[in-house]
């Protein structure tokens, strides 16, 4: 444990003194691409705040409107038939949109329902299996300038759902 440690706490001021030696070497100017780089990733920050407001904004719109709700009492009685419980669905809808929303309810579901029950232990499986696909999509894709993103939303939404069907399944078979 004590070596894990003295490497965990030595490994980034060891490396950043290989590249600042290496720089030295090469007489690379480090400073000033350091702050080269600092500028551009200023101006992408900026070129990427319309996308994630309107992401925020949706995500509002949608928790607040009552919509989600609606759709989860609509489907709540094909969910029970199939051995879903419906309190999961916000968490599988929401993941794909947004990391810090699907967390939050990660934890309230976990609040409410315990760490050890079936919700639970499904939501952190889910959690921990789904991405952002919608946030990766926007922020990567503006960052670069991509308009069209052709079979990314497809293959990434796919994705998502195979792992919410699985995330299902095996906690399922492992936890009864």
Same mark, same amino acid.
């Given at each position: 444990?004590?070596?894990?440690?003295?490497?965990?706490?030595?490994?980034?001021?060891?490396?950043?003194?290989?590249?600042?030696?290496?720089?030295?070497?090469?007489?690379?100017?480090?400073?000033?691409?350091?702050?080269?780089?600092?500028?551009?990733?200023?101006?992408?920050?900026?070129?990427?705040?319309?996308?994630?407001?309107?992401?925020?904004?949706?995500?509002?719109?949608?928790?607040?409107?009552?919509?989600?709700?609606?759709?989860?009492?609509?489907?709540?009685?094909?969910?029970?038939?199939?051995?879903?419980?419906?309190?999961?669905?916000?968490?599988?809808?929401?993941?794909? &949109?947004?990391?810090?929303?699907?967390?939050?309810?990660?934890?309230?579901?976990?609040?409410?329902?315990?760490?050890?029950?079936?919700?639970?232990?499904?939501?952190?499986?889910?959690?921990?299996?789904?991405?952002?696909?919608?946030?990766?999509?926007?922020?990567?894709?503006?960052?670069?300038?991509?308009?069209?993103?052709?079979?990314?939303?497809?293959?990434?939404?796919?994705?998502?759902?195979?792992?919410?069907?699985?995330?299902?399944? &095996?906690?399922?078979?492992?936890?009864?």
């Amino acid at each position: 444990m004590g070596m894990i440690t003295t490497i965990s706490t030595w490994i980034i001021p060891c490396f950043i003194l290989i590249v600042l030696s290496l720089a030295l070497v090469k007489k690379v100017p480090a400073y000033e691409l350091f702050v080269e780089g600092g500028k551009e990733g200023v101006k992408m920050a900026f070129s990427l705040l319309p996308f994630l407001v309107g992401m925020i904004v949706a995500i509002n719109i949608l928790r607040s409107s009552g919509a989600m709700e609606a759709f989860i009492q609509f489907i709540s009685p094909a969910l029970h038939l199939i051995g879903i419980p419906p309190d999961i669905i916000p968490l599988a809808l929401i993941r794909p &949109i947004s990391g810090t929303a699907a967390l939050g309810m990660t934890t309230e579901l976990i609040a409410t329902f315990g760490p050890d029950s079936f919700i639970g232990r499904l939501a952190s499986t889910m959690q921990g299996s789904t991405d952002t696909t919608l946030y990766v999509l926007t922020v990567y894709f503006g960052a670069v300038g991509i308009k069209k993103m052709r079979y990314a939303l497809k293959v990434g939404l796919l994705a998502d759902l195979i792992a919410i069907l699985s995330s299902i399944i &095996i906690v399922k078979m492992v936890f009864g």
